[in-house]
């Protein structure tokens, strides 16, 4: 298995709403990421689990918060979400932190 | 300044053209660079990474990193309509990678 699984592809939620997105991996890497990436703009970082330990871009609020329950495993919780945080939410895995595996990415749309 | 720029195009040639994509940096701490291929709809695709200056080639595609200028670009030989996509420059020092916006390419039959 060479994939990034995430779940769900397509999301629309108001913002009252808690949702979380998916994201799973079984080629035993030990970095995973979440990137959110709005149009025609580079994907931006928010967070990186690596050999067990969080790293959060200070830059990111606090409606969004990662949740690692396993090695393959990376959630994304969302609560009180803006209309500006709709983009393409990516999760990535990497071993080696250099080449990177991408999902097919959340389209999350915030009304 | 963006650490990492690429111009968005968009950048539309015929089937069969050498395609030429390029990116700038600023930051010199910057040791691996890296290029992805990410379709409408999908996440980036990693196609090849570099260390330092010099070319690596693979198929159809070589990437090129001039340190000296800071400056960083991926050819593409005998392109294909397949080739259409949008390609993102990305470079990494040890602790953080950075991400150009990506250049959307076409390539028309």
């Known amino acids: 298995d060479t994939e990034v699984t995430q779940t769900p592809k397509h999301l629309v939620m108001g913002m009252t709403n808690k949702k979380s997105l998916k994201c799973e991996q079984h080629m035993g890497h030990r970095a995973m990421y979440w990137y959110k990436q709005k149009a025609k703009k580079p994907p931006e ?8 330990k969080l790293s959060i871009n200070e830059s990111v609020p606090s409606r969004f918060s990662p949740e690692c329950p396993n090695s393959s495993l990376l959630n994304l919780h969302l609560h009180a979400l803006q209309p500006e945080d ?4 990516l999760c990535a895995s990497s071993q080696d932190g250099l080449g990177y595996t991408f999902g097919s990415g ?3 749309t915030v009304v | 300044q963006k650490e990492v720029e690429q111009d968005p195009g968009p950048l539309s040639v015929p089937e069969g053209a050498i395609v030429s994509l390029n ?16 379709y409408s709809r999908k996440g980036p695709e990693l196609l090849m990474y570099t260390y330092s200056s010099g070319n690596k080639e693979d ?3 070589t990437a090129q990193v001039d340190k000296s200028s800071k400056y960083i670009s991926l050819f593409i030989r005998d392109s294909q309509p397949s080739d259409s996509a ?3 420059c990305a470079s990494r020092t040890e602790s953080h990678m950075r991400f150009g916006a990506g250049t959307r390419l076409t390539v028309k039959p």
Not at chain 1, 86 to 89: E, M, R, V
Not at chain 2, 25 to 38: D, E, G
């Open chain 2, 23 to 38: 990116c700038t940096y600023s930051n010199s701490a910057f040791q691996y660079f890296m290029w992805y291929r990410q």
């Open chain 1, 86 to 89: 709709s983009a393409l939410y």
């Open chain 2, 59 to 61: 198929g159809r595609f």
């Open chain 1, 106 to 108: 959340t389209r999350l």
């Open chain 2, 86 to 88: 949008t390609y993102l």
């Open chain 1, 45 to 52: 970082l928010m967070f990186v689990y690596s050999y067990e």
